[in-house]
């Protein structure tokens, strides 16, 4: 039975000690290969450091803003390549930890790269999981790899131990995957005269081949699904007809060009995409191989870990803002229920804006709230009630009404649905009002806005239309609408449209957007009503 992680680093720091290691010492190996054995390592693993190479550098690219060292190992320990950040590039180099040499617990004390060996799993050494206090501000994670079914080294990642994420041993991984097979790949492309059928049905990547006229003549599984297409019908049609790829393999086909790893888009999929030309004994170009992988999940998840980031910034924000906030609003409301007390009105207008003024006030309280819950998964948690939607979006634009006059404004609202549904007032009021702001901000000067509430024609959901004639938006405007930090506006934060969209979300609905440049914006957001 294998040993859990934390029994596998107690057992390696009681090795340590049995070792005469001293934990306040500096883990300064002193065996280091020779030159020619190194060289001769590396080159047993010379596809496989390549291709992590490029893989790697684009993780530490994406990570912008955090410093990174990767380091590659053989099966062994040895470690064969080592890149990223220089300061902690040059501070591991003077610890002795440099290229040829192996990471043995007996003489550096705990480390991820032996565990992940020995365990034959990711691994992580965080803090003081190290046995050297020396590298208790790093963090380290090692995935190994496999060729031939068998592990062939490990890829390391390591970093100081305050900017871990939970993330970032998934990140790894997913790439390490991609590595895996774009190395498989590779050893393919070798033995493209030889077509293994079998192969070809089976691989996890999409592949295409044409003959010197252009002409598809063999096309696997997975391509078929991903270009929508069955073979017959790709057969012996010209591979210019294959939207995207087929240029490239065109290029291919005149001799000029071949492509490796070329980022392309495909029925809302990320994949990169290779080709070569396939040439017979006379090394006269008789055709050409395209093959296609999908990274799209690696990408999500690379999106997800810079997500991350940004919205633990917005947790620290909004507790500091609701520590500043919440006294003085208190005493706000405080008076203000004084105030009402003592103000005698027979007019029914007045006390309508004291609700609607008390109503503002709790919800300005739970807004800074919607900071810390963006960047907190656990308190994302909705209070449903039973609510008049119709009666939420008239105090909606009954507060914003002095806002619609200053600019000339005309206002339509329909309420073709009354009838009470089941979900957060406070968090869609919240929704509807970043919708209509932005509609605001979108008319310069008389302008219209309509406002419809209406039953779902295609299934058993509410709908809140809110439509403007504004300026609208381009495509590149429309994809990023839903992320945090990115707007259009001067002094905007880039923050009330993100929150917009989880909220809905977070209701299990969706918000749906339709704008063209100069023509004006609609937004149409869905509601379950339970």
């Excluded at 963006?374 to 909705?382: E, G, R, S, V």
Aim: hydrophobic content about 40%.
């Amino acid at each position: 039975m294998m040993e859990s992680r934390e029994t596998y680093i107690y057992n390696s720091h009681q090795k340590c000690f049995d070792n005469k290691l001293n934990p306040n010492d500096l883990p300064v190996p002193k065996e280091k290969l020779p030159t020619s054995v190194l060289e001769q390592k590396k080159r047993m693993l010379e596809v496989t450091i390549s291709v992590a190479r490029k893989f790697m550098t684009r993780l530490v690219s994406d990570l912008d803003g955090t410093a990174v060292l990767i380091c590659i190992t053989d099966h062994e320990g040895y470690i064969l390549e080592m890149y990223g950040d220089e300061m902690i590039k040059y501070q591991v180099e003077s610890l002795g930890l440099s290229t040829g040499i192996r990471l043995e617990e007996e003489k550096v004390g705990t480390n991820s790269i032996e565990m992940a060996l020995k365990m034959e799993q990711s691994a992580k050494v965080i803090g003081s999981d190290h046995f050297f206090r020396c590298l208790h501000e790093s963090a380290c994670f090692s995935v190994p790899f496999h060729a031939s079914g068998k592990i062939s080294g490990t890829i390391t990642m390591m970093m100081a131990a305050r900017h871990v994420s939970p993330y970032h041993l998934g990140l790894l991984q997913s790439a390490v995957d991609s590595i895996e097979r774009e190395v498989i790949t590779k050893k393919q492309n070798k033995k493209l005269l030889v077509l293994n059928q079998v192969l070809m049905d089976n691989s996890r990547n999409g592949v295409i081949l044409t003959n010197e006229d252009g002409k598809i003549v063999e096309i696997n599984p997975y391509a078929e699904k991903v270009l929508s297409s069955t073979k017959d019908e790709l057969c012996n049609r010209q591979i210019t007809e294959v939207a995207i790829i087929g240029e490239y393999m065109v290029s291919v086909l005149s001799g000029s060009e071949k492509y490796e790893d070329i980022e392309i888009s495909i029925s809302n999929k990320t994949f990169l995409f290779d080709s070569f030309p396939i040439y017979d004994e006379s090394n006269q170009i008789i055709g050409a191989f395209g093959q296609f992988r999908d990274i799209t999940e690696r990408l999500v998840l690379e999106r997800q870990l810079m997500l991350s980031e940004k919205l633990s910034a917005i947790g620290k924000i909004g507790a500091g803002l609701a520590h500043e906030i919440r006294n003085p609003l208190t005493s706000i409301i405080g008076l203000l229920a004084l105030l009402k007390e003592n103000f005698k009105t027979a007019d029914p207008k007045q006390k309508d804006y004291f609700r609607i003024i008390f109503s503002e006030l709790e919800r300005i309280k739970h807004l800074v709230q919607q900071f810390v819950m963006m960047a907190k998964p656990d308190q994302k948690a909705i209070l449903k009630t039973s609510v008049s939607l119709h009666a939420l979006i008239e105090d909606t634009l009954a507060l914003m009404q002095s806002d619609f006059h200053s600019k000339n404004i005309k206002l339509q609202y329909q309420p073709f649905y009354k009838d009470q549904i089941h979900l957060d007032k406070d968090k869609i009021k919240q929704v509807i009002l970043n919708v209509l702001q932005n509609s605001l901000d979108a008319i310069d000067f008389d302008g219209n806005i309509s406002v419809a509430v209406q039953q779902s024609q295609f299934d058993n959901g509410i709908e809140i239309v809110i439509r403007d004639d504004g300026y609208g938006m381009d495509k590149d405007t429309l994809d990023k609408l839903s992320t945090p930090f990115h707007s259009t506006k001067k002094y905007g934060l880039g923050l009330g449209l993100s929150m917009s969209y989880s909220i809905v979300e977070w209701h299990k609905g969706r918000i749906e957007v339709e704008s063209e440049k100069g023509k004006g914006t609609t937004f149409i957001i869905w509601l379950p009503r339970t």
